[in-house]
């Protein structure tokens, strides 16, 4: 695809059919990860991609009780939203429902695990949440995004996993210097999938020389 074509249409896909995937297409979609920048060029960070059945039923049945939690509040957002913000909340809902029930059929999930000690994080001793670090892995995790995209799979990042890591770990033999911030289901989608998306125009998300 046109690379500006790729992003300006890559949803978020949660409703994804359980067709296998080609090993020649995973290569692909997992080279593109590997081409992301990190710092220092250390590439902190691994992708578990489970096929395992067993495993995406376990790793299911540890989502969907926080998908669950996750919905009231969301509901309670939606209901002082304009109508047409808010029938387009609906349906992101219904599809994260979907996926929350429906997690196990992905044909891949992929797990993006990080390594802090492998990372360049010089936000780490300011006092607030520290966020450089990510700058090592989700360029990774879009890069597959895109890929995906352009090879007609659905995807989507999710990281309600991540209050699980305990469990993930154990699950996935995760060593215990290593962590984990994505978790993305990959396969074809179910009806359209991607497709154009809605963001702030860039009059409100730029600013020139200051901030504002």
Not at 44 to 56: F, L, P, T, Y
Not at 98 to 122: D, K, Q, S, W
Not at 184 to 211: A, C, L, N, Q
Request: proline letters at 8%; charged letters at 20%; one cysteine or more.
């Amino acid at each position: 695809m046109e690379l500006y074509d790729a992003m300006s249409t890559l949803r978020a896909v949660r409703r994804i059919r359980p067709d296998p995937v080609p090993e020649d297409v995973l290569e692909r979609v997992f080279r593109a990860a590997t081409w992301a920048p990190t710092g220092g060029n250390h590439q902190g960070w691994r992708i578990v991609a489970v096929r395992d059945e067993a495993k995406k039923q376990a790793l299911e049945d540890l989502y969907r009780p926080h998908w669950e939690g996750y919905i009231p509040g969301y509901e309670a957002h939606m209901a002082d939203m304009p109508e047409p913000a808010r029938t387009a909340s609906e349906r992101a809902l219904a599809a994260g429902t979907y996926l929350a029930t429906h997690l196990h059929e992905a044909p891949v999930i992929a797990v993006f695990c990080f390594n802090p000690g492998r990372m360049t994080i010089t936000d780490q001793d300011l006092g607030r949440p520290s966020v450089v670090g990510g700058g090592s892995v989700y360029p990774a995790v879009q890069n597959l995004l895109l890929a995906c995209r352009n090879e007609g799979l659905g995807c989507v990042l999710t990281t309600l996993l991540c209050r699980e890591e305990a469990a993930v770990r154990t699950l996935l033999h995760i060593p215990d210097d290593w962590f984990t911030c994505a978790h993305v289901p990959i396969g074809y989608p179910v009806g359209g999938g991607h497709g154009p998306i809605s963001r702030k125009p860039v009059t409100d998300m730029v600013f020139w020389d200051r901030f504002g």
